[in-house]
């Protein structure tokens, strides 16, 4: 049998490195147990090396299994983006988890098999495939979001995060089983030729199959109204795991559903396309709706996410709702995506700190932090305007690309959603600026002393990679030029 | 098969269902009913019960059972191998030797982290 | 072959899995419910499956991946209920309201 191991290398580069960091956990004695964040970020480093070898080789596209796993610019792109999110979070973890003396061979095994999970889901074009890969990539994280032992806040993450974990894993089971059915194939490709011209006692059963398919990964990217999991789960879980939850795990779904309706569906976009303009509309006035109400930061992040995710898809269901231009859509989505990831575990890096700093959760607490810490409330209100769309941080573009996507695609119904993601963005700009304002503007609390220590190097570092990247893309947006390339392969190869 | 090929199942199902309640009846009517602690004990010889029937079971019982279970269950995969292998050749083999050798892996992790000791008292965490 | 009578035993397997799991109040239960859920999904697969006759048995590959991350998802639920258990004295999902839902 003939394979292409390049195309594979990531997935076998973290694979060892998570056996690796199994058997080292077994061996090491507890106070060389840091070794094994070590060995999890030289593998992650390791795993983008065939990745840049990909991109800079001539072939397009490489096509493994029949076709079950493809590996273009689409995928590339993503799995670029998961292996730094993920190389991001464990940086972020070192110094959180060391201080709490909690499992760290455990704790960084079950991240890797995240991260390796969504590598899967950027690469499959096989229902069997994207499932493993979904599986891969939420199982760790129900254990994760309950790492806090002895917490109940923690305990009751987990649960909740499970509990709906697994019902919406059955949905979207049912819904995969029900496509099989109708199409009698598992690959993307095949199941798109075969539901070309179904049976007309097929039809209704495909708009089931699509809607069971949509619903299911509606709960896993957290899309109003399947969130209510999400700012209970993202409350009690630490903080890092909150970080990868918002960022890798939401934009796995996301990956997994674009693949799924984009390859396999596309000619179905009139069952699907409105579903996803409803799922955008929604999660945008709902999510920063709620965010305005609440005074802890990490739950105001956990809504703003949630809102995040509606900005996210207005370009891809603004195009699906209008029938055309789906490949531009798509390529506004996932520039979003990538961007609002960067920033994201920014502002997740600074909460980590601003909550060691001031010893709480809430953003009253918060108050003259700019004061005690000049350059933790500078990046503060970098991270928080930047996720609020202010230039000439990154956020913008991401905006800026979303509203012309939207534009662009010309219907009525695509024109509205755009009219109410212009309206959702001002809603989100006051909560977002809220906590700036706390930072810099209100008196910090009698007592309290500018701050002398620096952080941890590791999370020192996780914050510089992100605000650098904030920036530079914000100034110099045409590095994102590639990616609307990236997503016409993706179109070609369908 | 029509209805009527179902009659003697039918017959049979109510003869066995009268028997028992007839006997069951007939053993209340006729029997003598003189009840003394001793009969009534579960065991109407032997060791006296000391606890309820229906105990907990210590914890480390399902933590053995939860690790069988997975085990069990990864090993499914090796079926799927077992109905080809023979047109899958080397390439078979090498695929289920490797994945073999990662649930071994998993299986001796599991044994030194003592999750499979049965004479550990605390149910607290994991010894390190 | 008689496929719409196993559609309608998954079917309703399913339906009885989603009512489990929102009506027990026993997370064990809970957990049960789910595994419901899924059996119905693998009928669904193997029924297809024998239905369709398609030539590399995917319906069957299909439920075997499904049974096995079943067994480990369950595993990680058991031993989030036992967390739980230690920390709380109870299983009962409706107690876990420190944060609303």
Redesign the interface.
Known sequence: MQIDWLAIAPEIVVAVTILGVLAADLVLPRPLKYWTATLAVVGLTLAVVPLILMAASSVETRSLFEGSYVVDDFALVLKGLFLIAGYLVVLMSVSYIESDRYYQGEYYLLLLSSVLGSLVIASARD??VL??GV?LTT?PL??LA?WR??D??S??????F??LG??S??IL??G???L??VS???RFDQIRSALADPSPAAQPLVGLAILFVLVGFAFKVSAVPFH?WA??TY??APTPVTAYLSVSSKAAGFVALFVTVYVALRDRVDIWGPGLWALAALSMTIGNLAALRQSNIVRLLAYSSIAQAGFMLVPFAAASVAGEQLAEGLAATVVYLVIYALMNLGAFAVVIQGARRTGTGDIDGWAGLGRIDPRLGVLAAVFFFSLAGIPPLAGWFAKFVMFRAAIAAGSAAATSLAVIAAINAVIALYYYARVAKVVWFDEAPAGAEPATEPPAASLALTLGIAAVATVVVGVFPAVFAVFGEATRVLLASG | MTLADYLPLALMGILAAGFVAVSLVASRLFSPNRPTPEKLAPYECGIIPETEATQRFP?KF?LVA?LF??F???I??L??WATRWLELGWYGIAAAGLFTLFVLETLVYVWKRGALDWNVKT?GPLPA | MILPQFLILAAAL?SL??YG?LVRRN?VM?LLA?EL??A??NI??VA?EAA?R?SQA??Q??A??????A??????????????F???QSAN?DE?D????
Do not use: C, Q
């Open positions: 229902l069997i499932f493993i599986e199982g129900f254990m309950g032992k002895g109940i806040r305990n009751e993450a987990s649960l909740k499970f509990i697994v019902l894993t059955a089971l049912w995969m089983a029900m099989y059915g009698g194939e598992v209510f700012p209970d409350e009690g | 914890v399902y939860m279970v997975i069990d269950v990864e499914v995969f079926f799927a149910s | 399913f899995g989603v799991l997370a809970v789910v859920m899924l119905a999904v669904n697969l297809f369709l398609t995917v319906g590959v299909f075997i991946f499904v049974i096995t991350v067994a480990a998802e369950v595993g990680i639920g058991l031993a989030i209920v036992l967390m739980i230690r920390n709380r999902v876990f420190l944060m609303k839902w």
